[in-house]
């Protein structure tokens, strides 16, 4: 009979055991454990941190230039408001030289030479009784009143002859009297009289005054 000899494999497949001094021999397979794999650097952390921080920067940044533009912008407006206040006071705020219309029809004084005063006059000056005489003759109409304005020794006529001389000038006439001192309670007179339909006729004076009891009177007309 003839042996056969079979490769070990085929033994192996078949279930056999195989001969010879291979079959002998025990061979133990040890598997080889795998080396864990090295650690990669921690690139991908480190890149994160900095973007973090980068970020925060960038937040830090924004908000600080943000806070200047505040802070600008908020010295110009009350820049701008104070201007505007300025301006606006400089525009309401009337100018001295006016006369505001309330204090128009006050009487003027002897200071003013420009007035041609038409009021009832008092006696509280010179000019004061030179249109308080002269109102008393063109407005009252009274010669009674008119001698009453002047001093007690006054060269002017009596009150009848007054009244006379009032008596010859029409019903509406209008007058105005402008006053300029030319010494203590002396005054160039310009006395203008209207009369209705006529053309207005001016009078050159020069009267004196005098006061008498703290009050002022009408001495002498020239």
């Not at 004061?128 to 003759?137: D, L, T």
């Not at 004076?205 to 009408?218: A, N, S």
Request: glycine share 8%.
């Amino acid at each position: 009979m003839k042996n056969t000899s079979r490769h070990p494999a085929v033994i192996d497949l078949l279930g056999g055991t195989p001969h010879g001094a291979g079959a002998d021999v025990a061979t133990t397979v040890s598997v080889p454990t795998p080396s864990p794999a090295p650690k990669r650097p921690c690139k991908r952390d480190f890149r994160s941190h900095r973007l973090r921080y980068v970020a925060a920067l960038i937040v830090v940044v924004a908000l600080l230039g943000w806070s200047v533009l505040r802070l600008l912008s908020g010295n110009d407006e009350r820049a701008q408001e104070r201007i505007a206040d300025e301006a606006n006071t400089s525009e309401s705020a009337p100018a001295l030289d006016v006369t505001p219309p309330a204090l128009a029809s006050v009487p003027t004084t002897e200071t003013d030479a420009t007035a041609c005063r038409t009021d009832p006059g008092d006696q509280k000056s010179g000019p004061g009784v030179i249109a308080a005489f002269e109102y008393a003759y063109y407005v009252t109409r009274s010669g009674t009143a008119v001698r009453a304005l002047t001093t007690p020794d006054t060269s002017l006529p009596a009150t009848e002859k007054i009244q006379a001389g009032i008596d010859t000038v029409p019903t509406g006439t209008t007058h105005c009297v402008r006053t300029t001192p030319i010494a203590a309670g002396i005054y160039s007179v310009a006395l203008t009289e209207m009369r209705p339909g006529q053309p207005r006729t001016q009078f050159p004076q020069t009267i004196t005054t005098k006061e008498l009891g703290g009050r002022w009177f009408v001495d002498v007309i020239n």
